[in-house]
């Protein structure tokens, strides 16, 4: 807990320095300039670990609303192309995944929703899918391993 903290501490000590502070123009090109923190704390190995985990679980929950949007409407939610969000499931599943308990209880069932909810709309719209997948979403419902 104590070496966490300290890490807190040195990557929030970073945001003071005005050396880290550099102006230039809007990447969006709007003309404007726009100001951009490059913390060198954030270039870690510990850091780039922490941030890859967060964008892991953050495309899980947009999958997860994906198939959630999908189920409820009589059509595929357009946030996610239909070919990303099987790809995306398919690469998450795992033969476990039903049946570990997981270390972080919220984690393993957004995983778990994800999965199941991107089968399911995959049967439910099976016209709109190769047979590959059709037969993938079937193991997922039928027999989660």
């Known amino acids: 807990m104590k070496a966490t903290l300290l890490n807190d501490a040195k990557f929030n000590a970073e945001l003071a320095k005005l050396e880290n502070y550099q102006t230039v ?3 969006e090109g709007s003309g404007e300039k726009v100001t951009v923190l490059n913390n ?3 270039e870690t190995p510990e850091v780039v670990a922490t941030l890859a985990r967060a964008n892991e679980q953050l495309s899980e929950s947009l999958l997860w609303n994906w198939a959630n949007e999908s189920l409820e409407a009589s059509e595929l939610s ?3 192309g239909a070919a990303s969000a099987i790809a995306f499931a398919k690469r998450i599943d795992g033969a476990d995944l039903f049946l570990a308990a997981g270390e972080d209880r919220f984690e393993i069932g957004m995983r778990r929703g994800a999965v199941a909810g991107v089968a399911a709309a995959v049967l439910k719209y099976r016209q709109q ?3 590959a997948d059709i037969q993938w979403a079937r193991a ?4 989660p391993r």
């Open 140 to 143: 997922v419902i039928v027999a």
């Open 40 to 42: 060198p704390q954030a």
């Open 78 to 80: 357009p946030t996610i």
């Open 129 to 131: 899918f190769e047979e």
């Open 25 to 27: 123009a809007d990447p």
